[in-house]
């Protein structure tokens, strides 16, 4: 059982940058076992469903990303410290929504998951609003 916590979220302007991380918490979760997971960014924003952001397979080169957010959004992953991030760039009022980050044990190194059903373990969220 993997337990995730998101943080990194606030106000921002629009044209401003945020970074998101999502860390397992458990003290007993490895560097190896955060390897074998894939991970994934979803967003929520109010009155409408969770849309896939991003994912990364657990290897780092493979990645994929919703248009919406293309160029603008990295995806990376530090096992070493247990930790997915979002590095979001140029940010949008419709950028405004609640940031969840997701786990997915994968045994495939390239294997990229982007629908929210696939996912097993889920954070709590962070809010990210983009307002001036």
Known sequence: QVQLVESGGGLVQPGGS?????AA????F???AMS????????????KGREFVAAIATTEGFTVYRDSVKGRFTISRDNAKNTVY???NSLKPEDTAVYYCAAEP????SRIYAEKDEYSYWGQGTQVTVSS
Do not use: I, N
């Not at 945020?18 to 999502?22: A, E, G, N, Q, V």
């Not at 918490?25 to 007993?28: H, K, V």
């Not at 074998?36 to 009155?47: D, H, K, S, V």
């Open 18 to 22: 945020l970074r998101l991380s999502c």
């Open 25 to 28: 918490s458990e003290r007993t």
């Open 30 to 32: 490895s560097s190896y």
């Open 36 to 47: 074998t997971y894939a991970m994934g960014w979803f967003r929520q924003a109010p009155g």
């Open 86 to 88: 979002l590095q979001m």
């Open 106 to 109: 994968s045994s495939f190194s």
